[in-house]
């Protein structure tokens, strides 16, 4: 046996503590009562030295929302979009205005870094060193998704999508949904968090921040990873962990279903195509008419879709 091999196994034993160690405190938070805006408050309304935030008084960041949910159908009606700040690019403009043409009785929120943080901080102060921790800004945009949705409900959706149909009849479901980027099931990346939704208090929505914590901790993960520490791989993980344990639930505050890939997702990255061509919004030949038709989102009854820019990358940490 060598001197290397001396040293090996026992870093090789201390990383399997330290995961097994960290597992188990994840587990134990499955188990834990579901944590609601009311049972914890912040300890402090002072913000995170943070030169975004433009207020002392981070609860006058967060957005005044109306009869939730809407009193007819039980739905919540609020699309959920977000960027650094107010000014949205130009480009991204003109798929806005189809969401907010074919959904005129929705409350629409446009959330901001500092509004993010603010909710963060006055109705979830439990997430809030995880929150401020990440290494980069865009798994602090990626993480505070799921805050959204627990205490709002409604439809979260990037940027870059256009609408296509109005997703009313998607939120009567009342349960948690995703999407399908593709049919490769076993693709770790195949259920993105550009679009999600669901009725307010959702349990998968803490369970997901609660994988996010154990990431944070787990050595077997790179941290400056956006995929894997708070994105589409995360949500892939934590989708078939809580399956494992709720796959037969009819309780809609633990059902989650994800959609196929037609109906949100119909420009699927993952599987070369040639609508490829006119539908990446970095390519020089992006169309986004000829993509639509390319891939026929009429017949295929899609309700958006996404021209994937990811603007993320541009960003700052």
């Known amino acids: 046996m060598t001197q290397k091999d001396l040293i090996r196994g026992p870093r090789s034993i201390l990383l399997v503590i330290i995961v097994a160690l960290a597992w188990t405190r994840f587990l134990y938070c499955q188990h834990c009562p579901v944590i609601t805006q009311h049972q914890h408050q912040p300890s402090s309304t002072t913000p ?3 030169p975004n935030l433009d207020s002392s008084d981070v609860a006058n960041l967060l957005p005044d929302i109306p009869e939730l949910p809407d009193k007819n159908d039980g739905s919540s009606r609020i699309l959920h979009r977000s960027w650094k700040n107010a000014d949205i690019p130009t480009v991204m403009q003109k798929w806005t205005r189809t969401c907010s043409s074919l959904h005129t009785s929705w409350t629409h929120i446009l959330w901001t870094d500092a509004m993010n943080r603010a909710l963060i901080a006055t109705h979830y102060s439990w997430f809030l060193e995880t929150y401020d921790s990440f290494e980069r800004n865009i798994m602090r945009a990626d993480s505070v998704r799921v805050f959204y949705l627990h205490r709002y409900g409604g439809v979260y959706m990037d940027l870059d999508f256009e609408c296509l149909r109005p997703l009313d009849p998607l939120l009567r479901l009342k349960h948690a949904l995703l999407g399908y980027l593709s049919e490769d099931y076993e693709y770790e990346h195949n259920i993105p968090n550009a679009w999600m939704a669901s009725q307010p208090n959702h349990e998968f929505w803490l369970f997901a921040a609660r994988l996010m914590m154990f990431n944070r901790y787990n050595p077997e993960i790179d941290k400056n990873s956006a995929e894997t520490m708070t994105g589409p791989v995360m949500l892939y993980t934590a989708y078939h962990k809580w399956m494992a344990r709720y796959r037969n639930t009819s309780d809609p505050t ?16 993952h599987t070369p195509s040639p609508a490829e061509k006119f539908c990446w919004a970095r390519a020089q030949s992006f169309d986004q008419e000829e993509c639509k038709k390319e891939l026929d989102v009429v017949g295929k009854k899609s309700y958006v879709m996404t021209y994937w820019s990811h603007s993320w990358e541009k960003l700052k940490p």
């Open 254 to 269: 633990h059902k989650v279903e994800v959609l196929p890939s037609s109906l949100i997702y119909p420009f699927d990255w």
């Open 48 to 50: 995170h030295e943070n």
